[in-house]
């Protein structure tokens, strides 16, 4: 079992970057897959992106390609998402997940057993 905590959320203008983190306790981190997930008032939570296990692979939305990147420190049971060129459209709360194993099918939420509490995140234009 592993528990989530995101931070690192905030407020910037149209344009700036922010860094989230989602540090993970318990014991075997680097088993997990890790994904970013966002949620905005009034829709569904989409899938941000997400890494392997073992970092060799990842996945991203198309919204946010060439401008968010998901990185992971196992030896820290941390992962990233670094996010450059923030639009207003990217207003949500992001909330990281985790499954043990996992090496498809990342993109859907549902596959995901472990979350955290959320973070916001808000752009102004």
């Known amino acids: 079992q592993v528990q989530l905590v995101e931070s690192g959320g905030g407020v910037v203008q149209a344009g700036g970057s922010l860094r989230l983190s989602c540090a993970a306790s318990?014991?075997?981190?680097?088993?997990?897959?890790m994904g970013w997930f966002r949620q905005a008032p009034g829709k569904e939570r989409e899938f941000v992106e997400a890494?392997?296990?073992?970092?060799?692979?990842?996945y991203y939305a198309d919204s946010v390609k060439g401008r968010f990147t998901i990185s992971r420190d196992n030896a820290k049971n941390t992962v990233y998402l670094q996010m450059n060129s923030l639009k207003p459209e990217d207003t949500a709360v992001y909330y990281c997940a985790a499954d043990q194993y996992r090496t498809s099918y990342l993109q859907t939420k549902s596959n995901y057993h472990y979350w955290g509490q959320g973070t916001q995140v808000t752009v102004s234009s």
């Open positions: 318990g014991r075997a981190f680097s088993t997990y897959a």
């Open positions: 890494i392997s296990w073992n970092g060799g692979t990842t």
